[in-house]
């Protein structure tokens, strides 16, 4: 009986195990199609899951802590930063060249060029509008501006949406995964546990450090402009603030490589007006190096970090990711690096040497987080606040 049956298990098991691929081909493709979106979802989730799991703690439920999180920290720092970036833009389209814009908007994906143009010239634009004999062309242009438009309020809204159902929900597909792929005590669980901590140290720590630098920057930057003489005033304050603020992840350089040539060229300003007016230059340097530098190397960084990942390797994860995949490499570039790390860390030696794979992580690299220890301190901290990931102690089976 046992052996008639076989061939009809078989049969079955290879069917099934063919309708698995194509379901995953199919989910692939998704994925694939929305890769920037699904990857500024992971961004959001793990940059805001410190202050999602502190809510937690005083509202008692996921989806009201993950409401509050998306509405009162997220989508107010999007903002902010949006709002920063256009007026970026503006400060650097007034100053430029337009052949020098229009060269660098042909480097950039998409249609720029209709957008740059209203943020630059919006009074022209609606008095353009507004002539009949052009209103054709202006009808053209508001178009295009609200699809860029609508389809960027169409990513963000999937992106936010992936999150909160993250927070909500992801301690169920947590669950699943401890009990259908691997337990605590397997490589399977333990490479999980090391992606995750390490994603929320590059996600969180590095991002919001270098946010911190943004916004300090843009206070310090516009702040001296309103002290300082016209002759010796920063040009486009705003766009340098961001760019100090994306210099931080450069280890030891960091926000001088902005703040730097900054001073050299308002020493120079002064210098040729009055050597009286160089006070303002050094107070600019002794401010920048103390709030721009010092504070958030040792300060800053530490407290919302802890431990990181190597500075170099973040660094080239995310320019290098940016350069090949557009703008969600910023985002896909740390994540790939956090996949590789842990993988090297945890299965690649023991692959190599024909060895059983083990949980324990390897001791000839130095850089990414150590699963064990963060699986123990995840275990000591729910101890106390049933909030930490991958740890179900006390019956919690919390995951964000």
Not at 36 to 42: A, D, M, S, V
Not at 103 to 120: C, K, R
Not at 200 to 213: D, I, K, P, Q
Not at 347 to 365: A, K, N, R
């Amino acid at each position: 009986m046992s052996l008639e049956l076989s061939p009809t298990i078989d049969r079955q098991r290879v069917g099934w195990w063919l309708v698995a691929v194509v379901l995953a081909g199919v989910v692939g493709l998704f994925l694939v199609s929305f890769i920037g979106t699904f990857i500024f979802g992971l961004f959001i989730y793990y940059g805001a899951r410190p202050v999602n799991r502190r809510i937690q703690r005083y509202v008692n439920s996921r989806g009201a802590a993950a409401t509050i999180t998306l509405l009162c920290i997220v989508l107010p720092t999007l903002a902010l930063l949006g709002y920063t970036g256009i007026i970026a833009v503006r400060e650097f389209t007034a100053t430029i060249s337009p052949d020098t814009m229009d060269l660098l908007l042909e480097h950039l994906p998409g249609n720029q060029q209709s957008f740059t143009a209203v943020l630059q010239n919006l009074p022209q634009f609606v008095s353009r509008v507004g002539q009949f004999s052009q209103i054709q062309q202006g009808l053209t242009t508001v178009l295009g501006v609200l699809g860029v438009i609508s389809t960027g309020l169409l990513h963000l809204t999937l992106a936010l949406t992936f999150a909160f159902f993250l927070y909500s929900d992801g301690h169920r597909l947590q669950s699943w995964y401890r009990t259908e792929v691997g337990g605590r005590d397997t490589a399977a669980y333990a490479y999980l546990v090391g992606v995750d901590t390490d994603l929320e140290v590059v996600y969180f720590g590095n991002v919001l450090t270098v946010l911190a630098v943004t916004i300090g920057s843009i206070i310090i930057y516009n702040g001296y402009n309103f002290l300082a003489p016209t002759v010796v005033t920063l040009p486009f304050p705003t766009l340098l603030a961001i760019l100090t603020g994306l210099a931080t992840f450069i280890p030891l350089i960091v926000g001088k490589l902005v703040y730097v040539p900054a001073v050299v060229f308002l020493a120079w300003q002064a210098v040729q007006s009055s050597t009286s007016l160089l006070i303002y230059p050094v107070a600019f340097l002794i401010v920048a190096f103390l709030l721009l530098d010092i504070l958030p190397q040792s300060i800053v960084r530490p407290y919302i970090s802890g431990q990181t990942m190597h500075k170099g390797a973040v660094l080239f994860a995310y320019i290098l990711g940016a350069v090949l995949f557009g703008w969600y490499g910023l985002f896909l570039g740390p994540f790939l690096l956090v996949l590789v790390v842990q993988f090297a860390n945890i299965v690649l030696s023991d692959l190599i040497h024909g060895l059983p794979f083990s949980p324990i992580p390897t001791e000839t690299t130095a850089i990414g987080t150590d699963p064990t220890d963060a699986k123990a301190d995840a275990g000591d901290e729910t101890k106390h606040n049933d909030e930490e990931p991958f740890d179900d102690t006390n019956g919690n089976d919390d995951v964000d």
